[in-house]
């Protein structure tokens, strides 16, 4: 067998030309002889056998062939013209009956089939020697149709004349093995040759005799390739050819099966049905809050509040490394681009061991494993900024790939702000960021890769008259600054299908500054490092084992200068300034070791259990956690499978919450357990229900207390008690449409009631974005011609408002100050928008262009974001938020 | 503002997806086209008449008003036609001033090969001030805006054309209304126009072609 | 940082607070209601012994009954807790009593608490310093917790003083810090003086407006300028906050300018040493409103606060006259 597959791959495909045989043109009048033959096509060839005794000498030659075929396609009868040169070998019967078995498509004319006589040529070559000899040898490697002298001997000397590379168009991504007919009429008579592209998409032509010719290729699912070229005696025609694909259908990339699922509720996004929904800009953080589970937040606010727990509970890393901020000015835009991503993981609960120090979700963007096959990228222009991306093979086994955005609201607004404005922006708001990651896979066992990358955003404003703000603003001038970078180095193991090891290093520095000149700032500078491992062994096909350990390590500078500010169930508004604090510490450490190790397990072919267990030590609060999860699915019949976890999650207070001033450093981790049930059901290979109830009980919530201890006979505030709970149930129903049929979209809801007891308090009230009903459907839909359709409608319940009874003027801070109804015992109107999205690419040979307007809020819904008060609180009106907008953007990809 | 009071933006999108999808299978893939009039990009200009209301604290108008109208998109299949629209409208006396425009998307359902009816969602914006003696009073509107337009075309020399012509130049009667909700100010707009449409045609290689004029 | 970096998007919420405010309410600075525009006391800070003058810039209808209602509070006060003070009389009494201050005694018919119903009120720093000191170090151990502000009670104790103005369709509750200095070496902050505040319009024309009414023509934009010498922006003695140790600093002043109609190019004007210029706190731009939208007659309050309480005010009716 071995043997047989060798001698195919030695022998070159025969190429052949054609002629309409005479005794069949005669018998058509003189019209139809003078339309076009098109030639039959080779659609079953069976290789002709390399004689054993020819191959064991490593002799080659080629047989010249006339073939009759029929009007159905079939071999009516093989002759030899030129019989193979040295004789003996076998070599004219061996190409005699492989010819006997082709199949063709019959040659037409007028639309009719006709029988036709073709020459063939067999070319019995060694692999590791020129396929053709050819005193041309420049082209040698190109496999190429040549015309025999007269249709019955082969020339002399052959030259390549005609030479021609096909290619895709916009992504010029060689065609290979596309069969290319050049043809003409020559009197009575249509000559035709063709030629099979090779891996490169070239292909060419010998000695064509001189004149216009014909050119056609149509490969699948491209529009056709209808040309013609001249041939110039004594030169050689060179062109390039790109072909269109029917439809460059954003949804046609090949998308990784579906990763085994063992958690209980995660849902993975692929990039490419992230880019087009309407109202996120491409942005993949953004359309985690479309998914069940997440609540819906203001337009351009980064918090992602899952199951009722609040931002800060949510992780979200970058390839399992943390990262400080993950928006552009806490939601504009998230920090990584899309051309660097691969897909998007979102945990809205129940996550396994391998994630900690989270008690709400984990959000893991996942970064793209470079394969590129050419240089190429995109620039990307819209409203707000400009980004490009590239990418490159370097060699066999590396590639690499930089991208660089950067905004260019500053200049908008600069241009729209008048210089007699009460704020002037000195900086208005300015992002940029930059990536560059790479690849190198030395051997199918190792795989390094490298990722640095940054963001940096400021913004800078300066006061014309402080006091119009605010009486007690001593400041003339305020901005935020927000940097960081990050270098990580991943080594990724793979010495059997047994064992998989995936070691990571990052490294790094967080820079955050805040202020009002010197009246209240917070200067931050951090420099952090972690060292992650994970292992996977295999025992058997059903039993694996997953463990780690995952280190994180800072030491920061900390200037803060800063009033008491409003922490989750406390009224925004205006701050006190009369109570700024001060603390200042230098090279504060802060280390954070985790552990964990999972049992993978497979019973009875469907029954999926997952026992782990998570130890975690916190040095901020000098404190250690032991956390026990469990997972479990079982495949109740094909399409169905019920599942079940339940699990301890803890994380540290946040910073300023353990500071010695404005917190209280002896707090102690939050917890919360995680349960939950559901099933899933799928009745479609690309349609999957996911029904999942969920139960989340917090305790140990840091909470604000006015309670105060003595401290070296001082009394002070304790600030914090970990004596908050929380309680959030609910049902999550995902139904998901993945790519197919030119569609693809889901629909979401979420039922919950998420609830809160702060220290002091006998009764639960609601937690900030306690939000009963969240309805989401999102699609996009593929047209023809290269237009994509998406659309968003949203429905979900008013968030939990604060009502104000009333107010007092307080006549030294020269405003009044609301006094507060029960926290947030009132509720916002019901929220719904619908947002549209069009698209429309334009593909050119080398690149492409697509350009989209995407509306949101395309029925202008006055959605009420909160409440505005007049200065004594006797008034209010709704504020509302985005307004229908319409925004443009273009993207180029080459 | 309920939700059902845009049911129209909320159930054309559903309905112009289904349309385009279930009409769409014989334009996808490689499969080539007959040659039509309607094919490829197309571009509009429509000087219009209108007739503008507007609905405030209370009713003014309504006032006669011109101005041009564009639309421009591509022909997705024999049924459907995809892409953008916009335009404005001044009416002006010396008592009043009203411009009202529109941009968004367009889609045109085509019932017959010369019958085209359109449907538009999209930003509307208007600008009304009105004069009395000694009081200047300004409103203004910015919010959704829906439209539907119909039109019959005529093209130029069809009689002579090729059987095997793609695109073509049409002129066509046309009248539509334009209507912008709200709880504060609504405009409505009834006008009629003539459009000016060039066609351009698919190239040669996605029609369906006899071989001597395919090359 | 990782957690709950959500600081500076709170910050710079707060940068943008008064951005974000509507135009479309009526502004704080349009006096067309009830309103109690400023409290001074004076003196502005009490040393022991001293008797505080309190009294309160109200801008009623003439035609309104209004009634007042003072109090006071032994301690600092929050918007959180209503203004309510968290402190009894006989709380504080007991805290006197239990720290030997049994010397003190309340003179007949005399309420610590409350300050009666006059348009002014009398606030007498009656209770000994060195009595004060124990009795908030008392009340602090054993109601510290119930306490919005932990008081400095060796220092400047901030204690509150409430009115509330009612006529008959609208209540106005107005509070003010009221510094009791319970250390000899503290000196006591003074109320700024205001001068003469005279407008001035493009055509040259400068009009000094006294109590007795002067004469602007409506939307007729006039400078007004109040003579003012840097000096009321005082030197005094504070705790730094970042390093901790006393400084020697400059007052900020800030200058309200709240009107009856029409419109002023600012509602608020400002003086920071070292960041704005004096006379931004004293210039402004007025233009008058309309006779018909008024009844001929405008009123401008000023008032004039610094960052350590004190407040001076001048109020001036003018007669207008359309151009």
Redesign the interface.
């Given at each position: 067998m071995k043997q047989w597959m060798y001698m195919i791959a030695i022998v070159l495909v025969g190429l052949y030309a054609f002629t309409v045989r005479a005794q069949d043109v005669d018998n058509e009048n003189d019209t139809d002889v003078q339309?076009?033959v098109?030639p039959p096509v080779l659609k079953a060839e069976v290789p002709a056998e390399y004689p054993p005794r020819a191959l064991e000498d490593r002799v080659e030659s080629e047989v010249i062939l006339e073939i009759d075929i029929d009007e159905t396609g079939m071999v009516e009868g093989v002759q030899v013209v030129t019989p193979a040169e040295p004789e003996g070998y076998g070599f004219d019967d061996a190409a005699v009956n492989a010819a006997n078995l082709f199949e063709f498509e019959p040659a037409t004319q007028g639309g009719m089939p006709i029988p036709v006589r073709i020459t063939y040529r067999t070319v019995f070559a060694l692999a590791d020697e020129p396929l053709i000899a050819d005193t041309d040898t420049a082209e040698n490697d190109i496999p190429a149709a040549e015309e025999p002298n007269d249709g019955s001997a082969i020339p002399a000397k052959r030259v390549l004349n005609f030479n021609g590379t096909l290619k895709e168009r916009g992504t010029r991504f060689p065609l290979a093995g596309v069969t290319v007919t050049i043809f003409r009429g020559e009197g009575n008579v249509a000559v035709g040759y063709e030629a099979v592209t090779d891996a490169d998409g070239a292909f060419g032509f010998y000695n064509l005799a001189p004149g216009k010719w014909?050119l056609l290729a149509e490969p699948?699912?491209?529009?056709?390739?209808?040309?013609?070229d001249e041939v110039v005696k004594n030169e050689r025609t060179e062109a390039s050819y790109y072909v269109?694909r029917?439809?460059y259908n954003p949804y046609d990339v090949v998308v990784e099966g579906e990763r085994i699922r063992k958690e209980v509720s995660r849902t993975t996004l692929q990039i490419e049905e992230v880019e087009r929904i309407p109202g996120t800009f491409g942005d993949v953080l953004t359309v985690v809050k479309n998914l069940p589970g997440v609540a819906r937040t203001g337009a351009a606010a980064g918090?992602i509040v899952v199951r009722g727990s609040s931002?800060?509970d949510t992780q979200v890393f970058v390839d399992g490394v943390?990262?400080?901020?993950i928006y552009h000015?806490?939601g504009l835009r998230s920090v990584i681009p899309l051309g660097m991503l691969d897909r998007l993981d979102f945990y809205p609960g129940n996550f396994t061991a391998e994630f900690g120090r989270a008690t709400g979700g984990v959000v893991d963007v996942r970064l793209k494993r470079l394969k590129p096959e050419k240089f190429g990228g995109y620039v990307d222009v819209n409203l707000a900024d400009s980004g490009i991306y590239l990418e490159t093979p370097l060699g066999e086994k590396s590639a690499v790939a930089a991208a660089f955005r950067r905004s260019y609201i500053d200049g908008i607004i600069n241009a729209v702000v008048p210089d007699s404005a009460?704020?002037n922006l000195i900086t208005a708001p300015r992002y940029y960021d930059y990536q560059l990651l790479g690849t190198f896979r030395p051997n199918d066992n190792h795989e390094l890769s490298a990722f640095f990358f940054g963001s940096d955003d400021e913004?800078k404003?300066l006061f014309e008259?402080?006091?119009?703000?605010?009486?007690?603003l001593?400041?003339?001038s305020?901005s935020?600054s927000?940097s960081f970078y990050r270098t990580v180095l991943e080594h990724r193991y793979m010495p059997s299908r047994h064992f998989e090891n995936v070691f990571k290093t990052s490294a790094g520095r967080?820079k955050?500054y805040?202020?009002?000149?010197d009246q209240?700032f917070?200067d931050?500078n951090?420099y952090?490092a972690q060292i992650y491992d994970k292992f996977t062994v295999s025992l058997s096909d059903n039993v694996k084992i997953a463990g780690g350990i995952d280190y994180l390590y800072s030491t920061?500078d900390a200037r803060i200068?800063?009033p008491e500010?409003?922490k989750e169930g406390e009224p925004?508004?205006?701050?006190?300034l009369s109570t700024?604090?001060?603390t200042?510490s230098t090279d504060q450490v802060s280390n954070s070791l985790g552990t964990f190790l999972q049992l993978e397990s497979k019973l009875f072919d469907r029954w999926t259990v997952i026992p782990g267990v998570r130890y975690d030590y916190f040095s901020r609060v000098d404190t250690s956690s032991l956390a026990p999860r469990f997972n479990t699915r079982f495949a109740l019949a094909e399409k169905w499978t019920v599942k079940g976890g339940v699990g301890v999650y803890h994380?540290?207070p946040?910073?300023?919450?353990t500071d010695e001033v404005f917190g209280n450093p002896d707090l102690g981790l939050e917890k919360a357990m995680h349960y939950s049930v559901g099933f899933e059901y799928s009745p479609l290979d690309y349609l999957t229900l996911d029904v999942t109830g969920f139960y989340k009980d917090m305790s140990d919530l840091v909470s604000r207390?006015?309670?105060?201890v003595n401290v070296n006979g001082e009394?002070?505030?304790l600030n914090y008690v970990n004596g908050g709970q929380g309680r959030v149930y609910g049902l999550e129903v995902m139904l998901k449409h993945n790519f197919a049929?030119?569609?693809n979209g889901w629909i979401s809801y979420t039922l919950s009631k998420a609830l809160r007891k702060d220290v002091g308090d006998t009764e639960w009230r609601r937690f900030d974005f306690d939000q009963t009903h969240i309805l989401t459907l999102l699609?996009s839909?593929s047209?023809?011609?290269n237009?994509t359709?998406g659309?968003r409608?949203r429905?979900v319940t008013g968030s939990p408002d604060t009502p104000r009874e009333?107010?007092?003027?307080?006549?030294?801070k020269?405003?009044y100050?609301?006094?507060?109804g029960r926290p947030n015992s009132d509720r916002l109107p019901t929220f719904?928008q619908?947002d549209?999205r069009?698209d429309?690419r334009w593909v050119f040979d080398a690149w492409m262009l697509t350009a989209y307007?995407d509306?949101q809020?395309?029925?202008?819904?006055?959605n009420v974001t909160g409440y505005?008060y007049?200065?004594?609180s006797t008034?209010r009106?709704a504020r509302q938020g985005l307004?229908?907008?319409?925004v443009i953007g273009v993207k180029g990809e080459f | 503002m309920s939700v059902l009071k845009h049911a129209f933006t909320l159930l054309m999108i559903p309905v112009a997806v289904t349309f385009i999808g279930v009409f769409s299978s014989t334009a996808r893939g490689a499969e080539l086209q007959k040659p039509a009039l309607k094919q490829g990009y197309y571009f509009s200009l429509i000087p219009v008449g209108e007739a503008v209301l507007v609905d405030s604290s209370e009713n003014f108008g309504p006032w006669p008003s011109v101005g041009g109208q564009f639309r421009m998109g591509e022909e997705l299949n024999r049924w459907f036609d995809l892409g953008l629209s916009g335009g404005a409208t001044v009416a002006y006396s010396d008592n009043y001033r009203l411009i009202h425009g529109h941009f968004g998307l367009d889609g045109t359902f085509k019932p017959t090969a010369v019958l085209s009816i359109g449907l538009q969602a999209g930003l509307g914006f208007g600008d009304f001030t009105r004069r009395k003696p000694g009081i200047t009073e300004v409103i203004g509107r910015f919010g959704a805006t829906y439209g539907i337009t119909v039109s019959y075309d005529l093209f130029a020399g069809s009689r002579h054309r090729s059987p095997h012509q793609s695109g073509g130049f049409a002129m066509s009667p046309y009248i539509g209304a334009h209507i912008g909700p709200s709880d504060v100010t609504s405009i409505y707009a009834f006008f009629v126009g003539i459009a000016f449409t060039r066609w351009t045609g698919l190239p040669k290689n996605r029609l369906d072609l006899p071989l001597d004029e395919a090359f | 940082m990782t957690r709950r970096a959500n600081l500076n998007v709170v910050v710079a919420a707060t940068v943008l607070f008064a951005m974000a405010c509507s135009e479309d309410f009526e502004a704080f600075t349009d006096v067309t209601k009830l309103r109690v525009l400023a409290i001074q006391s004076e003196p502005a800070e009490l040393m022991p012994g001293e008797i505080g003058q309190l009294s309160a810039l109200v801008a009623a209808d003439d035609n309104a009954s209004v009634t007042y209602q003072w109090s006071w509070c032994p301690v600092a006060t929050s918007a959180i807790m209503g203004h309510e003070c968290p402190v009894t009389e006989e709380m504080l009494l007991a805290a006197i009593a239990q720290n030997g201050g049994g010397a003190f005694e309340i003179p007949e018919g005399v309420s610590l608490f409350d300050l009666g119903t006059s348009q002014t009120a009398v606030f007498p720093f009656i209770i000994g310093a060195d009595v004060l000191q124990i009795a908030c170090t008392q009340l602090v151990a054993q109601a510290g917790d119930q306490l919005p502000f932990l008081p400095d009670c060796e220092g400047s104790l901030d204690t509150t003083v409430k009115l509330v103005v009612n006529d008959g369709v609208d209540e106005v509750v107005v509070v003010k810090q009221l510094n009791l200095l319970l250390s000899e070496s503290l000196i006591a902050n003074r109320n700024p003086a205001l001068g003469t505040l005279t407008a001035s319009d493009s055509e040259g024309v400068s009009i000094t407006l006294e109590e007795a009414p002067g004469t602007l023509v409506s939307q007729h934009g006039y400078e007004l300028a109040v003579s003012l010498s840097p000096q009321v922006s005082e030197s005094f003695e504070t705790t730094d906050v970042e390093t901790g140790a006393i400084v020697i600093d400059r007052e900020s002043l800030f200058m309200t300018w709240f009107i009856s109609g029409g419109e002023t190019e600012y509602g608020r004007t400002s003086y920071i040493p070292g960041e704005t210029e004096f006379d931004k706190l004293r210039l402004n731009t007025w233009w008058p409103p309309r006779v018909a939208e008024s009844d001929g007659t405008a009123t401008l309050y000023l008032v004039l606060q610094d960052e350590r309480g004190g407040t001076s005010w001048l109020t001036r009716t003018v007669q207008l006259q359309e151009r």
């Open positions: 339309q076009p098109i014909m699948e699912g491209y529009f056709p390739l209808r040309t013609s269109e029917s439809d918090n931002p800060e943390e990262v400080p901020i000015f806490g009460s704020v913004l404003l008259n402080p006091a119009d703000f605010s009486p007690d001593t400041a003339t305020g935020t927000t967080n955050v805040v202020g009002l000149g209240i917070l931050l951090t952090v920061a200068k800063f500010v409003a925004g508004g205006r701050p006190d700024i604090q001060y200042e994380q540290e946040s910073f300023d919450e207390t006015d309670a105060t009394l002070q505030r049929n030119n569609f699609g839909y047209l023809p011609k237009w359709l659309f409608w429905v009333g107010a007092v003027y307080s006549v030294d020269g405003y100050e609301p006094v507060y719904h619908a549209v069009l429309k307007l509306v809020n395309i029925y202008n819904s006055p505005q007049n200065y004594d008034e009106r307004p229908i907008l319409p | - | -």
